[in-house]
């Protein structure tokens, strides 16, 4: 997995802003831990989450991502305090960094290979709803909501690529009115929209999200990470060139060990046994 390449720079042992615990298959959770602010994002979590993704397609022991919040919520979006006050303090330039910077965790989201799962409970809301809407599933409480709360407190809806993202869940037209209207979504209409790939009841979102995670830190990682990849790089190629990378892509995997190792299961009668290469 890792791209066997390092500099000087060392790999982070001790994240400040979040917790982060790794597990024997390579599943590696991140807990959102400031449950007093319903896991409320500051700066620095945020600059955290952009360290973190860029780290991840260099390691070797991390093939899957949980997103979790601890207490009532999965993230109710930027701290009011600590962000939103303080930005109405910022130069032009100060503010863009820091915009910038918002957009880089998503972006980083979708374009490292390592798979993503959020666990959703409570609420989902403003950036917490887009840190989900950029994960790769969603695994939601009955209970819990999403929430794209930007236009409230005076801002676009279209915020750390929400607009470019939420249409091709959702349609333009439910997009619009999330983005537009920042009402609440219950996660039954949320199901029903497209925005969840499994909705579970409230004491089970940890235990199922964990369970699709070993699945896929488990399982042939490469035509999972691959996969990923070419969705992300698709959306905005023309036929011709997404049909020429997918032709590539499946050249390259024909030369991993999950492939062969499938072959020797099939005519062995045997479960395959997946290394991920």
């Not at 790999?11 to 991140?30: E, K, Q, Y």
């Not at 390259?252 to 062995?268: I, N, P, Q, S, V």
């Amino acid at each position: 997995m890792a791209s066997g390449f390092r500099g000087s720079a060392p790999f982070t042992s001790d994240w400040r802003h979040f917790r982060l615990s790794r597990d024997d298959d390579g599943v590696a959770t991140l807990t959102f831990a400031r449950p007093e602010r319903l896991n409320a994002l500051t700066f620095e979590v945020y600059a955290d989450l952009r360290d973190l993704l860029a780290e991840l397609p260099h390691r070797d022991d991390t093939r899957a991502l949980v997103l979790r919040g601890e207490g009532r919520a999965f993230c109710s979006g930027g701290d009011v305090d600590q962000i939103i006050g303080a930005t109405l303090a910022m130069r032009p330039d100060e503010l863009l960094a820091f915009t910038r910077m918002t957009g880089d965790v998503v972006r980083a989201m979708r374009e490292t290979p390592v798979p993503i799962v959020a666990a959703i409970q409570g609420t989902a809301a403003g950036a917490g709803s887009v840190l989900a809407l950029a994960s790769d599933f969603r695994v939601m409480a009955r209970s819990a909501t999403f929430a794209f709360l930007f236009t409230k407190v005076g801002l676009a809806g279209a915020d750390m690529g929400a607009a470019y993202l939420l249409p091709r869940l959702v349609g333009l037209g439910r997009a619009t009115e999330l983005l537009m209207l920042g009402d609440t979504l219950d996660a039954e209409t949320a199901e029903r929209w497209g925005l969840v790939t499994q909705l579970v009841d409230e004491d089970e979102v940890e235990e199922a999200a964990g369970a699709l995670a070993r699945r896929l830190a488990t399982g042939p990682w490469q035509a999972y990470s691959r996969t990923k990849t070419l969705l992300s790089r698709e959306l905005d190629m023309g036929l011709s060139a997404a049909v020429e990378l997918e032709a590539m892509t499946q050249a390259l995997l024909m030369k991993g060990d999950d492939y062969r190792e499938f072959h020797a299961a099939f005519t062995g009668k045997r479960p395959p046994e997946w290394t991920g290469r």
